[in-house]
């Protein structure tokens, strides 16, 4: 009767376990990382008689959890590059509706500008017209500074993420060395039982830490695991958790950098960072929230100099020469403000560079590093974007020096370099927030241009003279102003150009002093030299800003002059309704100004939406395909770990008829003891 009674007992007991195994299942099928168990029974030892071997029951041998580490490994690949592209997707989008929105754009805002200078070149002495130029000009400022204000703060933003997620990382890092320490000081490791719930979190733990950056996981002894970044850093060894942290970047005070703390000792580990959600963050800083602030920037410049430079050689409404229209793009402070230091750099820190920008048409938008080797005086410049080393040389004893690029020169004006210095390199990323309107008064914009040419009365050939095209009022190598312009409403000289007839017949032209009536020189050579060219349009002066010649402006003769012909060049006195800068400023919203002379404004800050908005739409593909492949290697764990409420059903009867079959087997036990019993009275 025992052995019988025994036997029953040992089935109601294993069955109760896996009907509360069963439960635990029910109950934690929505549980986030939960793993399916079932329980493992097996045959108890047989009682040996002479007539065989006699069952006694049934033993709960294990309680095994469900899980296929192939497919968990592939759930957390799947989750930090799901993670990855959501972050970059979100980001992108955002800076896509920034630039690309017709409010928030900046389009609009130029087209409106140019179109109010062609309204103005209708009635260029008209105030209210002159009025709303300003106002549209103030409103392109306006836009620049928006958009630059919003892209800091969108910067501001990733790094505050930046900063969470390493606080995530690190709260799950710990929670991971823990539970591998209770894991490993589990009882009944030692036989295969597995504390299955503790495994369970630690699973979960990991892939939370997936979906913030790539990691790997390799297994170690205690069935503890050890992870590291991609490259190899240790995050958690055994029961040790490293520290994720962020700093401000040595190279770029404005930038983040991520380190890892371990045993007292902090390392940059900024380009291990890839995957998961801090890895799409660290790429929408490096592929676009920069290259859209340089990309925006050299806009902002160019607009500057074109705009500047064709205003400068104008006459506004009161004789006087135009002066700018925007800020000066190389003021001394912007000039500084292109260079950065790296903080990393050795003592005494005392090096003065500036980056002046020489020609926004040849003007690329990026950020170089210029970095010095050898003794100190080697220096190479690479490029941020591939890494490419684009100049290379060796400083004058003196220190002072100029590395010249296309659109801008690196000036090396003193100080002490020391062989691994770094210098940021960054000429167009201050440009939309460096720019202002200078011109405040509606009389002060300069529509008209400051010289005016006509003919004789008394001329009887056929030639004419246009009205000529400023080239120029500054010297361009000492920016000070051309001879021909440094007396106030007057050109010095005022010019005669006069016609004779050689007695070979050939046509020369002499230039006068139209006050004096004296010969002008030209250079170190008296005239008469100049040939008139029939038939031709002949430009009368040089246009080589090196040349003794020089005057800044220039004017062409057409036709057949007669001998004694005369046409005089002056200054334009009283030129109010003169609109001849004025239809040259509009010109400029059409012209094409930037990329090598291949794009207008309009153009360069369409380029730059388009950009953005083709890596906009590359992400949202890029994270849908993600999104798929997650939900696959999710279903694909879930249909061996998850929980399948039907299945787990049809366990609770399949047990329960058993543990009723069992409970069974014990009543016939005692009704049989209960029967030998009475056979006894």
């Not at 969470?164 to 490791?189: F, H, M, R, V, Y």
């Not at 008209?448 to 246009?466: F, T």
């Not at 059903?649 to 329960?656: D, T, V």
């Amino acid at each position: 009767m025992a052995g019988l009674i025994g036997t029953g007992l040992s089935g109601i007991l294993s069955l109760q376990a896996a009907l509360n195994t069963t439960g635990n299942n029910i109950t934690n099928a929505n549980t986030p990382g939960y793993s399916r168990q079932e329980v493992v029974f097996e045959t108890q030892d047989a009682r040996r008689t002479g007539a065989g071997s006699i069952g006694t029951g049934v033993n709960v041998a294990n309680i095994r959890r469900l899980a296929d580490q192939y497919l968990v490994q592939q759930v957390r690949e799947d989750s930090s590059l799901f993670g990855e592209q959501n972050a970059l997707n979100a980001e992108l989008s955002r800076l896509d509706n920034l630039l690309g929105g017709e409010s928030t754009g900046l389009n609009t805002a130029l087209n409106n500008f140019f179109a109010s200078l062609q309204n103005a070149a209708e009635d260029p002495a008209s105030l209210p017209q002159r009025q709303l130029v300003l106002s549209e000009a103030q409103q392109v400022v306006n836009r620049f500074e928006a958009i630059n204000q919003e892209l800091i703060q969108q910067r501001e933003s990733v790094k505050t993420q930046m900063q969470q997620g390493a606080a995530d990382a690190n709260t799950l890092l710990k929670s991971i060395a823990e539970l591998n320490l209770a894991i490993s000081e589990s009882p009944g490791l030692a036989q295969g039982r597995m504390p299955n719930e503790l495994m369970d979190k630690r699973d979960e733990a990991l892939r939370k830490l997936s979906e913030l950056v790539n990691v790997r996981v390799t297994e170690s002894e205690g069935s503890q695991v050890n992870v590291s970044l991609a490259n190899g850093q240790a995050l958690v060894v055994g029961s040790n958790a490293s520290q994720l942290g962020t700093r401000t970047s040595p190279e770029d005070p404005v930038r983040l950098q991520f380190t890892l703390t371990a045993g007292g000792r902090t390392m940059g580990v900024d380009d291990q960072i890839t995957g998961g959600k801090l890895g799409g963050l660290r790429r929408f800083e490096s592929e676009a929230l920069n290259p859209a602030r340089d990309q925006l920037g050299r806009v902002a410049i160019g607009l500057q100099e074109t705009m500047n430079h064709q205003h400068e050689i104008g006459m506004d409404l009161e004789g006087d020469l135009g002066g700018l229209f925007f800020s000066d793009m190389n003021r001394e402070a912007y000039q500084r403000g292109r260079v950065v230091a790296s903080e990393n750099n050795a003592e005494p820190r005392d090096a003065r560079l500036a980056v002046e920008i020489t020609d926004s048409q040849d003007l690329q938008a990026g950020s170089w590093t210029l970095q010095f080797t050898g003794d100190g005086r080697d220096y190479e410049l690479v490029d941020d974007s591939n890494g490419d080393v684009v100049n290379r040389g060796r400083l004058p004893a003196s220190t002072t020096a100029e590395i010249t690029m296309p659109g801008f020169n690196i000036r090396v004006e003193s100080g002490t370099f020391s062989p691994d210095d770094k210098f940021s390199i960054q000429p167009t990323r201050l440009g939309a927030s460096n720019i202002s309107l200078e011109v405040e008064r509606e009389e002060d914009l300069a529509f008209a241009s400051p010289v005016r040419a006509e003919g004789s009365l008394g001329n009887a050939g056929k030639a004419k003279i246009d009205q000529g095209r400023m080239l120029d009022v500054r010297n361009p190598f000492t920016n000070s102003l051309l001879p021909d312009f440094q007396q106030k409403g007057q050109l010095s000289p005022p010019l005669e150009i006069r016609f004779r007839e050689l007695g070979s017949g050939e046509m020369v032209y002499d230039l006068y002093n139209a006050d004096t009536g004296a010969l002008v020189e030209n250079g170190d050579t008296t005239v008469p030299r100049n040939v008139y060219q029939d038939g031709l349009s002949n430009k009368l002066f040089t246009e080589d800003p090196a040349s003794p010649d020089y005057r800044g402006y220039q004017f062409e003769i057409s036709g057949k002059p007669a001998d004694g012909d005369v046409f005089t060049i002056g200054y334009n006195t009283n030129g109010t309704s003169d609109n001849r800068n004025a239809e040259l400023l509009a010109a400029l919203g059409t012209a094409n100004t930037l990329n090598n002379g291949s794009q207008n404004f309009t153009e360069s800050y369409a380029g730059l939406v388009e950009d953005v908005g083709v890596k906009t739409r590359q992400s949202q593909l890029d994270k849908e395909a993600g999104q798929t492949l997650l939900a696959q290697s999710s279903n694909q764990r879930e249909s061996v770990s998850g929980v399948n409420l039907d299945e787990e059903a049809g366990k609770l009867i399949q047990y329960q008829a058993a543990y009723n079959a069992s409970a069974q087997v014990m009543s016939v036990a005692q009704d049989l003891f209960n029967t030998l019993l009475q056979s006894f009275r």
